[in-house]
């Protein structure tokens, strides 16, 4: 029961993660922006510093990025999906907690429902990864 | 079919015929063969980093794994496709009507961000990064609410409805082509207590509360005013873009096209700091054309193409009777460019006297005929107030309010940009970052201090 929590975890989160990332992230007038469009919108009008650029011009392969999560647990490869995982699910609490925090400065106003579904599987995902990357090295001493 | 003979049980006391030939000896048993070095998974087939084998899929299985493999890849390859288009940059039509088509749909939506990304790029950069900044500081300032959202900071509406072009289009020149609209309604509305303004930055203003007459609202039938709306639109690579700048230069031309002849080259210099130093030198020597040649021509083309039609409008301009000695600057980097700071100048006199102005923490140091001043913010207080002379006390919270506001002047630059390797001036956006610089030396309630001073000064 146990062995199947983190995997079928890891994907409920993946899929939050990735449809947060489609929800409205940037408030303007009567238009909601998702993080595509938001990370686009802010590109063109300020400069971003360098970290944060590189973080947004990365963010729009985030969809292709979990893919290869599944790809690599179902190809079985668990250590190196888990990996993926981890990473994908860093990036997106960092974005999705940075946009929370930047509520209402300058001309961006966050939207909440984007950023927090993105955070929930962001973290879900983070915990199913080291599930699964601690999980391994217990199966191979009990077998030895 | 005939059938196999039925297997009988040997009879008993029955032995086989075979036995080992005399002699025979077994070989010694082999060992057990020895296990591979690394974790035992290794040899039962599992990875060499220690994972757990995989299990053995079935054929069945392995349909399910593909397959599931293949839809996240699907999955994954549509959302990227989906999140790059929305991701880009680029918000340039395909014609210069849908070019005035797009900004107008953002414009009814109230959407500040989408109206600046419709901008020409150079105008764009001009406003958009300077106006995010001049919002911050006055939320800094505490002269807009912290959490004021950008539609409603400029406390106008504006909705354009049912808009017709005329059909034709009046070249300016290759890449710029102005639009009729000749009919449609524009309906604005303003109200002050719309926008997010602090309570006490509306006090501070408004010392007996707000006015009636801060709200107020406009119909304008487009079809009623005799003339048809024009409005400007520049094509940059392969994209259109309405364009404010062009709009307002055709306008000021008496909605007359630039010939050919009118054109002032956009010609930079070799460095930001050099840019600035030739302006600088261009202005007084009252060489308007070289002052005009180095303006950037991303943020303002219209002012290269009327470029001599703007010289006629200025007319004569008499030099300066000083002569331009010697400059430095500090130079800071910002979005797409440099800010050039005055750090000195030495100017000749006609006489052959020399003046040199020296900006120095905050503090200005004045030599004139060999004699030096230096003048910090409390002395040109000091001054200011013997001159001119305030009818009400200066608190010290005001005092203190000045003291940043000069200093903040003495930070104020110009601001450069690089065009085809050479540098340029970019007035539109030194103009609208002259503000930021000027609010970022201001702390606290400073701006609602200097706002109370000048009341009280208006009320006397």
């Given at each position: 029961m146990r062995r199947r929590l983190a995997p079928a975890a890891g994907a409920l989160g993946l899929i939050?993660?990735?449809?947060?990332?489609?929800?409205?992230?940037?408030?303007?007038?009567?238009?909601?922006?998702?993080?595509?469009?938001a990370g686009g919108a802010l590109r063109a009008l300020v400069d971003l510093p360098g970290l944060l650029d590189v973080a947004v011009r990365v963010w729009p392969f985030v969809g292709l990025w979990c893919a290869g999560v599944v790809v690599g647990f179902v190809l079985g490869a668990p250590r190196f999906a888990a990996l993926l995982g981890l990473l994908a699910g860093l990036l997106g609490s960092v974005v999705a907690t940075a946009t929370l925090q930047a509520r209402g400065s300058?001309?961006?106003?966050?939207?909440?429902?984007?950023?927090?579904?993105?955070?929930?599987?962001?973290?879900?995902?983070?915990?199913?990864?080291?599930?699964?990357?601690t999980r391994a090295p217990t199966l191979t001493r009990r077998r030895s | 079919m005939s059938q196999p003979p039925e297997w009988q049980p040997p009879e008993p006391g029955y032995q086989p015929q075979w036995s080992p030939p005399p002699g025979a000896q077994w070989p010694a048993p082999l060992p057990p063969p020895a296990a591979p070095p690394g974790p035992q998974w290794d040899y039962l087939g599992g990875s060499p980093t220690g994972e757990p084998p995989p299990p053995k899929k079935s054929g069945r299985g392995r349909l399910i794994a593909s397959l599931v493999a293949v839809s996240a890849l699907v999955a994954g390859g549509v959302a990227t496709y989906v999140a790059v288009s929305d991701s880009s940059t680029d918000r340039g039509a395909g014609s210069p009507e849908a070019a005035i088509r797009t900004i107008v749909g953002d414009i009814n939506k109230s959407d500040l961000i989408g109206v600046l990304n419709d901008l020409v790029p150079g105008e764009r950069t001009a406003i958009a990064a300077p106006f995010t900044d001049l919002v911050n500081q006055l939320k800094r300032t505490k002269v807009l609410q912290p959490g004021a959202a950008p539609a409603t900071i400029t406390g106008l509406q504006v909705q354009l409805k049912q808009l017709t072009f005329s059909?034709?289009?009046?070249?300016?020149?290759?890449?710029?082509?102005?639009?009729?609209?000749?009919?449609?309604?524009?309906?604005?509305?303003?109200?002050?207590?719309?926008?997010?303004?602090?309570?006490?930055?509306?006090?501070?203003?408004?010392?007996?509360?707000?006015?009636?007459?801060?709200?107020?609202t406009q119909h304008v039938d487009i079809a009623q005013q005799g003339a048809p709306l024009r409005i400007a639109t520049q094509k940059v690579g392969s994209s259109w873009y309405p364009s404010l700048f062009y709009t307002v230069a055709y306008q000021a031309a008496g909605e007359r096209a630039p010939a050919a002849g009118d054109a002032v080259p956009a010609r930079g210099a070799a460095s930001a700091e050099d840019a600035v130093k030739q302006l600088i030198d261009a202005l007084l020597a009252g060489s308007v054309d070289r002052a005009i040649a180095l303006v950037?021509?991303?943020?303002?083309?219209?002012?290269?193409?009327?470029?001599?039609?703007?010289?006629?409008?200025?007319?004569?301009?008499?030099?300066?009777?000083?002569?331009?000695?010697?400059?430095?600057f500090t130079t800071a980097d910002i979005a797409g460019g440099k800010r050039v700071t005055l750090s000195s100048i030495t100017l000749t006199n006609q006489d052959?006297?020399?003046?040199?102005?020296?900006?120095?923490?905050?503090?200005?140091?004045?030599s004139y005929d060999g004699q030096t001043k230096r003048q910090c913010p409390a002395d040109l207080i000091d001054t200011a107030t013997?001159?001119?002379?305030?009818?009400?006390?200066?608190?010290?919270?005001?005092?203190?309010?000045?003291?940043?506001?000069?200093?903040?002047?003495?930070?104020?630059?110009?601001?450069?940009?690089?065009?085809?390797?050479?540098?340029?001036?970019?007035?539109?956006?030194?103009?609208?970052?002259?503000?930021?610089?000027?609010?970022?030396?201001?702390?606290?309630?400073?701006?609602?201090?200097?706002?109370d001073l000048i009341t009280s000064f208006v009320g006397n």
């Open positions: 939050l993660l990735v449809t947060g990332t489609f929800l409205p992230w940037l408030r303007s007038g009567d238009v909601r922006r998702n993080s595509y469009q300058g001309l961006i106003a966050a939207s909440r429902s984007g950023p927090s579904v993105t955070l929930a599987g962001s973290l879900i995902v983070i915990s199913a990864s080291l599930s699964l990357v | 059909g034709t289009t009046i070249p300016l020149n290759d890449h710029v082509q102005v639009l009729e609209l000749t009919g449609g309604t524009i309906d604005l509305s303003a109200d002050l207590e719309r926008v997010p303004l602090t309570a006490e930055f509306l006090k501070a203003i408004f010392p007996r509360g707000i006015p009636q007459s801060t709200s107020g950037s021509p991303d943020e303002l083309p219209a002012l290269h193409d009327y470029g001599k039609k703007v010289l006629a409008a200025v007319g004569s301009y008499q030099p300066a009777p000083v002569h331009l000695e010697d400059l430095t052959g006297s020399k003046t040199s102005v020296k900006v120095d923490a905050g503090c200005f140091s004045i013997q001159s001119f002379g305030f009818p009400t006390k200066v608190t010290a919270a005001q005092r203190q309010a000045i003291t940043d506001l000069i200093a903040g002047l003495g930070k104020v630059g110009v601001d450069t940009s690089q065009t085809g390797g050479q540098w340029f001036v970019a007035p539109v956006r030194t103009y609208f970052d002259l503000e930021n610089e000027i609010l970022s030396q201001l702390k606290g309630n400073d701006v609602i201090e200097l706002v």
